[in-house]
């Protein structure tokens, strides 16, 4: 059964679009690392909000994707632009067209 993990980031104030740009390459390589499919969205009344959302056969995948070298490093290099703590919340996936 498939899992869904979701990222909610919040960013700090005026920082929204230098994250965006910083981080969406590295959301895009969730495929490479197994996700079936990935997005990155912005609430409409909150604009530092953002989540983003993943599924994945295979929780592993996910953690071989975060751990990586590379997604260590993005995260890196967009730390003091997000509100911490950033923790992954998994759900199962019930239903999907």
Same mark, same amino acid.
Do not use: N
């Given at each position: 059964m498939a899992e869904v993990c979701t990222l909610d980031w919040h960013i700090a104030p005026f920082r929204a679009d230098r994250w965006l740009d910083a981080w969406e390459p590295a959301a895009a390589k969730m495929p490479a690392f197994g996700a079936k499919s990935w997005s990155l969205i912005r609430a409409i009344d909150d604009p530092l909000s953002f989540r983003q959302t993943s599924i994945w056969d295979n929780r592993?995948?996910? +953690?071989?994707?975060?751990?990586?070298? +590379?997604?260590?490093?993005?995260?890196?290099?967009?730390?003091?632009?997000?509100?911490?703590?950033?923790?992954?919340?998994?759900?199962?996936?019930?239903a999907a067209e």
């Open positions: 592993k995948d996910f +953690e071989r994707y975060w751990f990586s070298d +590379e997604i260590e490093r993005a995260r890196a290099s967009v730390i003091d632009l997000y509100d911490l703590p950033l923790l992954p919340a998994w759900h199962t996936l019930v």
